[in-house]
């Protein structure tokens, strides 16, 4: 098993910058992946960032691509999801999961997953 506790959420004004962190403990001895989604209220979950630790490879959607960067400590289980260039239509609570492979922003297919930290953005 896996667990991943994020931490890094609040508030800030368009146009400023967050960075979210996300600690997993348990079975990391393997290459795992990290993904961070967003939900807001009667919306699914969208996926912004994911990185495999094999490879180190990232992807992110077109929403975010330029703005939001996910990063490894290194040889740590820490990853850092960094948000520039906040927008409004960024306000979500933001989920970290993990899973011993990466199935890119499908939020059905990760098993394990964080209890959520919330970014606000004010216009």
């Known amino acids: 098993q896996m667990h991943p506790v994020e931490s890094g959420g609040g508030s800030v004004q368009a146009g400023g910058s967050l960075r979210l962190s996300c600690e997993v403990s348990?079975?990391?001895?393997?290459?795992?992946?990290v993904a961070w989604f967003r939900q807001t209220p009667g919306r699914e979950r969208e996926g912004v960032a994911l990185i495999y630790t094999g490879s180190g490879n990232t992807d992110y959607p077109d929403s975010v691509k330029g703005r939001f960067t996910l990063s490894r400590v290194t040889d740590k289980n820490t990853f850092y999801l960094q948000m520039n260039s906040l927008k409004p239509d960024d306000s979500a609570m933001y989920y970290c999961?993990?899973?011993?492979?990466?199935?890119?922003?499908?939020?059905?297919?990760?098993?394990?997953w964080g209890q959520g930290t919330q970014v606000t953005v004010s216009s």
């Open positions: 999961a993990a899973d011993r492979f990466c199935y890119r922003f499908d939020a059905n297919m990760y098993n394990y």
């Open positions: 348990g079975y990391t001895a393997m290459s795992f992946c």
